[in-house]
C-alpha cells in the first residue's frame, strides 16, 4: 500500500509564501507522477500542479498559478514539493498530494492520495 504524507501547511498572510511537502512509503518512487491538488469548502476538487517524468521532467499547472507556484521532486528523499509563493486569500484550501504511474490532470485519474493539509491565507 503506498502512502502520502503532506506537510508545511499552515496560516500565512497574503502575498506571503509556504512551501508544502509530500513523502511517499513507495520504493519506486521515481516511476510515479506526482500532482497537487486543492479543495476549499464548497468547491470541486481542483488540479494545482503536476509533474510528468520520473526525474522532474515537464511540470504543468493550474491555471490560476500564474508563476506563483512551482512543483519539484526529490526522488532521493521520496518528497514531492509545492513552492506556493504571492500567496492570496482565494488560495485557501486543502491541499492534497497524490500519485499515480500515467495520470495527467484529473483526480479521477490517481491511485493513491495523501489525507490533505490545511493552506488558510488571511487578507
Known amino acids: 500500500q503506498v502512502q502520502l504524507v503532506e506537510s508545511g501547511g499552515g496560516l500565512v498572510q497574503a502575498g506571503g509564501s509556504l512551501r508544502l511537502s509530500c513523502t511517499v512509503s513507495?520504493?519506486?518512487?521515481?516511476?510515479?507522477?506526482m500532482s497537487w491538488f486543492r479543495q476549499a469548502p464548497g468547491k470541486e476538487r481542483e488540479f494545482v500542479a503536476g509533474?510528468?517524468?520520473?526525474?522532474?521532467?515537464?511540470?504543468f499547472y493550474g491555471d490560476f498559478v500564474k508563476g506563483r507556484f512551482t512543483i519539484s521532486r526529490d526522488n532521493a528523499k521520496n518528497t514531492v514539493y509545492l513552492q506556493m509563493n504571492s500567496l492570496k486569500p482565494e488560495d485557501t484550501a486543502v491541499y492534497y498530494c497524490?500519485?499515480?504511474?500515467?495520470?495527467?490532470?484529473?483526480?479521477?485519474?490517481?491511485?493513491?492520495w495523501g489525507q490533505g493539509i490545511q493552506v488558510t491565507v488571511s487578507s
Open positions: 497524490a500519485a499515480d504511474p500515467v495520470a495527467t490532470m484529473d483526480p479521477n485519474e490517481y491511485t493513491y
Open positions: 513507495e520504493r519506486t518512487f521515481n516511476m510515479y507522477r
Open positions: 509533474l510528468k517524468g520520473p526525474f522532474g521532467g515537464t511540470s
